[in-house]
């Protein structure tokens, strides 16, 4: 049968065709993008009108560009040369932009625009999920990944290799101005002795001696002319010397605390990945990102420079005091964040820690059998303040021990020593220090801490939370990861790295939201989720809805 005697409809794309299509209509009443609009009309976005200007050409609306760029998050689309397309070509981004078509350059504009407001949107909707029963902010579980930035990994600069090249450097300034035959270079070279150059010396110090060069006569023979010369040259090696010194300086100063940072984002840090496609262990730069989560949506985010989990955790709950006025009442961690200072502070805090500590897991396996010979199970008799040794000695105190952590904190440990460990059967077993009497350092306040926390972890709660911790940061990174391919940052610099972050996290939980209800609709469970954001015009008053109807053709 030929085509030719097929009855079908007429078909022709060259002619001009009138497109009658309402989105509003075409799109489900339980569509995620709806839940996104009606998230985002009950957002207070008064912080963003400061950042306008009432003169000049009128900007899009900001709701409108939170919409799309939030759904475009969403869907795995980060560009905003993907976004300009989809905002153009998608009936779900042309019903949220209400025809308006930003392009590239507009949308990241916006993003660098609000990158300081958008952290106080992240926890209005965060505080909506706890409003609408999702969440209750009472209950967080922490947990921490390593993020590589988008600098290149041969962008390193090392803490060491430029305070040894600095030394070098001193060294050849004052080897320099031995040098040059000069009473002022002289001076400076006596004085530089104990004290260090800084750029600011050295320029006074070039200046003095291009003045006194100017003021010398004119050299008339060969020899004359050749100091000359040598002169200027010294100077401009001086010169040479002070630019690199500030250099130095300027590269010390960026690196701050770390032992490293990358050239082109210097708020990274160079880092170990657990993503190496080499296989070889080789650093790249990148961030410590923290969360917590609850009931797998992102309650709170922030960015570290440490490459440990450590000294994050008290920062981080800072963090979280700000933003939502109180501290959780529980907190769940791995054994990374099991440390003195942090159980010090959870404890004052009045929060239930349940945090391991780096032993925990080898002291609850079946077949674990404590060191006899490891201070930490020998008899201690605290009325009298002494250790009793395997072979049944006392162990006397005879002093105290302090030592400091990287974030300032002191640590209190107390010594106890043997009396005479010479000849004693077991001293192979016991100790291999040179001497005959064992002297031990005991943390008794972080004794007490892990006392604390293993009878927490044990119990009937802490069984329940160890559970749930495997699946609640974990399952949010892996789906950042693997689901979400957010997987590596997209822009320079920390601010901008938390902006982009805040976006990628109010997204995340819109979408863990939407799972959640279209979930419970079709188990048919009865809860207050339920229909939630299913009928939105019923929700938002129409007048303060960014629909299709009644477009504004404001661009800017």
């Known amino acids: 049968m030929s085509t030719a005697n097929l009855h079908t409809k007429s078909y022709s794309n060259n002619d001009r065709l009138f ?90 504009r916006f993003r660098n625009r609000v990158k300081n407001e958008i952290n106080n949107i992240f926890t209005q909707v965060v505080l909506v999920l706890a409003d609408k029963g999702f969440i209750t902010l009472d209950v967080e579980y922490i947990d921490g990944t390593k993020i590589e930035s988008k600098a290149n990994k041969y962008t390193f600069v090392w803490r060491k290799t430029v305070e040894k090249n600095r030394v070098k450097l001193q060294e050849k300034i004052r080897v320099l101005l031995g040098q040059i035959d000069d009473v002022i270079a002289q001076d400076k070279a006596i004085e530089s002795d104990k004290v260090d150059f800084t750029p600011e010396t050295l320029t006074s110090l070039i200046t003095e001696l291009q003045d006194s060069l100017s003021k010398e006569p004119q050299p008339t023979d060969k020899e004359q002319k050749k100091q000359h010369r040598e002169k200027k040259k010294h100077i401009k090696e001086l010169e040479k010397h002070r630019d690199k010194l500030g250099e130095y300086n300027d590269r010390l100063e960026q690196i701050g605390e770390r032992n490293s940072m990358s050239k082109t984002d210097p708020d990274a840090t160079f880092m170990r990945m657990k ?38 955790l008290i920062p981080f709950f800072n963090s979280f005091l700000d933003r939502y006025g109180h501290l959780p ?74 030592s400091k952590t990287a974030s300032g904190y002191c640590s209190e440990n107390a010594r106890y020593r043997a009396q005479n460990c010479k000849g004693c059967p077991l001293r192979c077993l016991c100790y291999k220090a040179k001497g005959d009497q064992r002297t031990i350092e005991v943390n008794h306040r972080l004794n007490e801490y892990k006392r604390k926390a293993r009878e927490l972890l044990t119990s009937e709660e802490g069984l329940k939370y160890r559970g749930r911790r495997c699946i609640e940061p974990e399952a ?39 799972s959640k209800i279209a979930k419970q609709v079709k188990n048919g469970g009865n809860t207050p989720q339920n229909g939630l954001f299913l009928t939105v015009c019923r929700i938002l008053p129409h007048e303060y809805r960014i629909f299709w109807n009644n477009p504004q053709k404001s661009v800017a």
């Open 329 to 402: 009442q529980t907190a769940v961690a791995d054994s990374g964040y099991g440390s003195e200072e942090n159980y010090r502070f959870m404890d004052e805090a009045g929060m239930a820690a349940y945090v391991k500590y780096n032993r925990f897991h080898l002291e609850q396996r079946p077949r674990y059998k404590p060191n006899p010979f490891h201070h930490d199970n020998f008899y201690y008799n605290a009325a009298e303040d002494y250790y009793v040794c395997p072979m049944g000695q006392h162990m006397t105190r005879v002093g105290t021990s302090h």
């Open 476 to 514: 949010v990174f892996g789906q950042m990861k693997f689901n979400m391919a957010y997987r590596r940052f997209r822009h320079f610099g920390k601010d901008k790295v938390t902006m982009d972050f805040a976006f990628f996290a109010i997204a995340f939980n819109i979408k863990k939201m939407c």
């Open 19 to 108: 497109f009658l299509l309402n989105p509003n209509e075409d799109i489900a009443e339980n569509d995620p993008v709806r839940v996104v609009d009606a998230i985002v009309e009950g957002l207070d976005l008064k912080e963003f009108k400061k950042l306008y200007k009432e003169k000049g050409r009128c900007p899009y609306h900001p709701k409108m560009m939170l919409k799309i760029i939030l759904y475009a998050y969403m869907n795995n689309i980060y560009s905003c040369r993907k976004i300009e397309k989809v905002v153009q070509r998608d009936i779900h981004y042309i019903w949220l932009a209400a025809q308006e078509r930003p392009d590239f350059v507009t949308i990241n």
């Open 275 to 312: 993503e190496d496609a080499m296989n070889n262990g080789q650093t790249k730069p990148g961030y410590n990102l923290q969360i917590s989560a609850e009931n797998q949506f992102i309650t709170d985010f922030a960015l570290f420079p440490n490459p440990t989990d450590t000294l994050t």
